[in-house]
């Protein structure tokens, strides 16, 4: 094993033994495995508007989510050091509920449009008040997302920081979303909701047979009977 800033795990260590690839692994951790930002790398964060991240709680149960805003709304405070806002959201603040309990953090920058690389940035989070960071970054623009205003941000300590290699990443180009597009769909709140049954009409018993003049009394079978006795061969 080399001498590199990489901090691998013991597992990934034990399947790089086992599958040969520990050569490879550390001329990996040597050449692309930073203990900081390189100049590049605050670059490329600063001109990206998506980020995809994943915390974990106190039991290690974990939780994969996605930030956007306009270019640059992860705020690189140093070469150590990143902070993206937090909004009011949903109300659920899964992730910085998770950061209480669990400070570990992963966030994985994609380039889709332009050189189709990815960076990896893993560290240590912490929530911090919106006049406090500012007390300290006055810079930090007020309106990070027009019209929206953080009620807490995110402050990341750096572990580690790599690239995601180019291959298969997709090619993608921004585009403003077709008109009438969302009215052609449910509504994200209901959009993985089981819908509401129908209520019944007024006066029918739900699940009766029908019955009357012309309708022979066997033609449905008993009503009240299991879904899936009888014949199955039907």
């Excluded at 800033?5 to 692994?25: K, M, N, V, Y």
């Excluded at 572990?159 to 990443?169: L, P, V």
Aim: glycine share 8%; charged share 20%.
């Amino acid at each position: 094993m080399t001498s590199h800033d990489a901090t691998p795990s013991q597992g990934e260590r034990l399947l790089q033994t086992h599958l040969g690839t520990s050569e490879r692994a550390d001329a990996f951790y040597d050449r692309q495995v930073h203990p900081h930002l390189t100049e590049a790398m605050r670059e490329f964060i600063q001109r990206q508007s998506m980020v995809f991240l994943s915390t974990a709680d106190a039991r290690g149960h974990c939780d994969a989510t996605f930030r956007g805003g306009p270019p640059g709304f992860v705020a690189v405070l140093d070469d150590r050091t990143l902070a993206y806002p937090e909004y009011r959201g949903n109300g659920v603040l899964a992730s910085a509920g998770n950061i209480t309990e669990n400070p570990h953090i992963g966030l994985l920058f994609m380039d889709f449009t332009r050189d189709h690389v990815g960076l990896h940035v893993n560290g240590s989070a912490q929530l911090v008040g919106d006049q406090e960071l500012r007390a300290v970054h006055a810079w930090i623009p007020v309106d990070p997302a027009p019209g929206r205003h953080p009620v807490l941000w995110t402050v990341i300590t750096l572990h580690e920081a790599y690239i995601h290699c180019s291959k298969h990443i997709p090619h993608l180009e921004p585009a403003p979303r077709p008109l009438g597009l969302a009215r052609a769909r449910r509504r994200d709140a209901d959009y993985f909701v089981e819908p509401e049954p129908a209520p019944a009409e007024y006066g029918a018993v739900r699940g009766a047979a029908p019955t009357g003049p012309g309708v022979p009394h066997h033609a449905y079978g008993d009503a009240n009977a299991h879904p899936l006795s009888g014949s199955r061969d039907r």
